[in-house]
């Protein structure tokens, strides 16, 4: 789909889409329909019907909800949005005053989570590939869906001290090693976020290394 912009003509030049449209552009491109997720995708408090300015971030915090009411912000677009599976339904405390915020500034939440992990160019863990230089082979973790991991290699096999510090060279933030495998890693499977449970998978799949986002006490025991 493509989507038409339409210009204004005031102090500058403002690009402007529907918010209906901008909406249906992100669900076909994310392919969000596709995925069984732990939270609605998409739009999830809505705002003004026309968008011109968009702030981005991971979670749709105060902080980052304060930070787009002061740019004049039209749209929030987010990787953990709200309205979890699980959760207190109720609109108290910090979520009632989140969802305030943002409906008194007329500012839309989309939030996409699992179509976020698994596209296969602008997703987190392609994104991650490019950033460690992994050589993208396959997914996995797909289970009744499309995968949310990835599989694939490196161009250099390295032991797991060394590519610890790759990754904390690269993110600019210590990971946790937890050692064990072959002496020399080359096969690696990745899943950003909660993805521990798939380490299982990642080891029937002969893979050296696993990296995820976080991991459980009996993930280090697996």
């Not at 990754?167 to 950003?192: D, F, K, N, Y």
Request: charged share 20%; net charge negative.
């Amino acid at each position: 789909m493509a989507v038409k912009l339409s210009i204004l003509t005031q102090d500058r030049y403002k690009f402007m889409v529907q918010l209906s449209q901008l909406i249906q552009y992100l669900d076909e491109l994310l392919q969000a329909p596709a995925f069984s997720d732990y939270c609605p995708n998409g739009l999830q408090v809505q705002g003004r019907e026309e968008v011109s300015r968009i702030v981005s971030g991971v979670t749709a915090s105060q902080a980052l909800i304060d930070a787009a009411i002061e740019r004049q912000a039209d749209a929030v677009l987010v990787h953990h949005g709200f309205f979890w599976k699980g959760e207190d339904a109720r609109l108290v405390g910090m979520k009632r005053r989140r969802i305030k915020s943002l409906l008194e500034a007329d500012i839309s939440l989309i939030a996409y989570h699992l179509p976020l992990d698994a596209h296969p160019q602008l997703g987190n863990n392609a994104q991650l590939a490019r950033l460690l230089g992994f050589e993208i082979e396959g997914g996995f973790g797909g289970g009744k869906g499309p995968d949310i991991g990835m599989l694939g290699r490196l161009s250099t096999p390295m032991e797991g001290t060394a590519m610890k510090q790759h990754i904390a060279s690269a993110l600019q933030r210590e990971p946790l090693h937890v050692a064990g495998g072959p002496p020399q890693i080359e096969r690696i499977a990745w899943c950003s976020g909660g993805a521990h449970s798939y380490i299982e998978e990642a080891v029937a799949l002969g893979m050296d290394a696993f990296i995820t986002g976080e991991v459980s006490e009996q993930t280090v025991h697996i």
